[in-house]
């Protein structure tokens, strides 16, 4: 048998999704939305503005959109964010305007935000949202995860472990949940579900047209 080496690679058009990822502080959720970014040159990170001071090493425009209080509240009146939460005394949000057209453009957009932002994407845009939950494997690890960074005092380390155990009760609200015991599998986890759902049926909005050709004949 003599195979076929005329078939053409048929690309289908489709709309970009969002892409969730949440955990408590230290459980994992940055380190692997990072590697993540790293393989993919299909999705792109949503820079979220933010009130929190930069920290050494961040970039404005590339880790956070730097803005003060006043400029923040301007941009949730003008409905300019997608999402907006308080998470430790400061304002995070998410704009809108570059997540719908690179959607548009099919191609796809990671969110590194918490539950309550979750909750306003699922009510602004459902269809578009696959969310994934990260869980550390114990509580202990969390707390060696958390001071392994040095980033924050002990009394920051000891507000966000008492704030990751109502996180946690949030699991059930995402469609995904990875436990981040090796992060080289979570990272690989997060790929198989993003591969997934880039093929599911309602996404592929040049399906339609593409059936009829076949039928035709074409």
């Given at each position: 048998?003599v195979?076929?080496?005329?078939?053409?690679?048929?690309?289908?058009?489709?709309?970009?999704?969002?892409l969730?990822?949440?955990?408590?502080?230290?459980?994992?959720?940055?380190?692997?939305?990072?590697?993540?970014?790293?393989?993919?040159?299909?999705?792109?990170?949503?820079?979220?503005a933010?009130?929190?001071?930069?920290?050494?090493?961040?970039?404005?425009?590339e880790d956070y959109i730097f803005?003060?209080?006043?400029?923040f509240?301007?941009?949730?009146?003008?409905?300019?964010?997608?999402?907006?939460a308080?998470?430790?005394?400061?304002?995070?949000?998410?704009?809108?305007?570059?997540?719908?057209?690179?959607?548009?453009?099919?191609?796809?957009v990671?969110?590194?935000?918490?539950?309550?932002?979750?909750?306003?994407?699922?009510?602004?845009?459902?269809?578009?949202?696959?969310?994934i939950?990260?869980?550390?494997?114990?509580?202990?690890?969390?707390?060696?995860?958390?001071?392994?960074?040095a980033?924050?005092?002990?009394?920051?380390?000891?507000?966000?472990?008492?704030?990751?155990?109502?996180?946690?009760?949030?699991?059930?609200?995402y469609?995904?949940?990875?436990?981040?015991?090796?992060f080289?599998?979570?990272?690989?986890?997060?790929?198989?579900?993003?591969?997934?759902?880039?093929?599911?049926?309602?996404?592929?909005?040049?399906?339609?047209?593409?059936v009829?050709?076949?039928?035709?004949?074409?």
């Amino acid at each position: 048998m003599v195979a076929n080496t005329d078939i053409k690679k048929i690309e289908l058009t489709r709309r970009g999704l969002m892409l969730v990822l949440s955990s408590p502080s230290g459980a994992g959720k940055t380190s692997i939305s990072r590697e993540v970014l790293a393989r993919d040159e299909k999705i792109s990170l949503s820079i979220s503005a933010t009130t929190r001071p930069r920290r050494p090493g961040e970039v404005n425009g590339e880790d956070y959109i730097f803005v003060d209080k006043t400029s923040f509240d301007l941009m949730v009146n003008r409905r300019e964010l997608l999402e907006h939460a308080k998470v430790f005394d400061h304002y995070y949000g998410s704009p809108r305007a570059p997540v719908e057209l690179s959607l548009k453009n099919g191609h796809d957009v990671l969110f590194d935000i918490d539950w309550q932002g979750t909750q306003q994407l699922a009510e602004a845009a459902r269809g578009d949202l696959v969310s994934i939950f990260i869980l550390p494997p114990s509580t202990a690890e969390l707390d060696r995860r958390l001071h392994k960074r040095a980033q924050d005092s002990e009394l920051v380390i000891t507000e966000r472990m008492a704030r990751a155990a109502n996180e946690m009760t949030h699991w059930s609200e995402y469609d995904y949940v990875i436990v981040n015991s090796s992060f080289e599998e979570s990272v690989k986890q997060v790929q198989y579900i993003l591969n997934a759902e880039r093929l599911k049926r309602p996404r592929l909005v040049g399906l339609s047209d593409f059936v009829i050709r076949l039928r035709q004949g074409h």
